[in-house]
């Protein structure tokens, strides 16, 4: 976003965004902000609380299997070229993209 805002600088851009799960097209104008060109995006408030260890533990337990489980479902689609790239042989640890997509880092070793 902070590369294709340097383009357009403070020109009007488009952006499609998927909301419970509906597309929406949105024009916004960038404005230059301590050097750099910014559109606002907001978020949904979240609310942090301090949970007593045993609920913590039992909290973070069950987040970190609901990730590894993501991370398994990742694999399966790379194995059966459901998913658009690839994990790379090459020494760099880079992520090669099928079809005409480029190649990105992902800093994996």
């Known amino acids: 976003m902070i590369e294709s805002l340097k383009i357009t600088k403070d020109k009007p851009i488009t952006i499609t965004v998927r909301r419970n799960g509906e597309e929406k097209t949105f024009t ?33 337990l069950h987040e970190n299997r609901q990730n590894a489980l993501l991370i398994l479902e990742l694999v399966k689609k790379w194995r059966s070229e ?27 070793r």
């Open 28 to 60: 916004v104008q960038p404005v230059l902000s301590d050097k750099w060109y910014r559109i606002g995006i907001g978020s949904m408030q979240m609310k942090v609380k301090t949970l007593p260890f045993a609920e913590a533990l039992k909290l973070s």
């Open 82 to 108: 459901k998913f658009p790239c690839a994990p790379s042989k090459g020494r760099s640890g880079s992520v090669r993209l099928r079809g005409k997509q480029r190649v990105a880092k992902a800093g994996l």
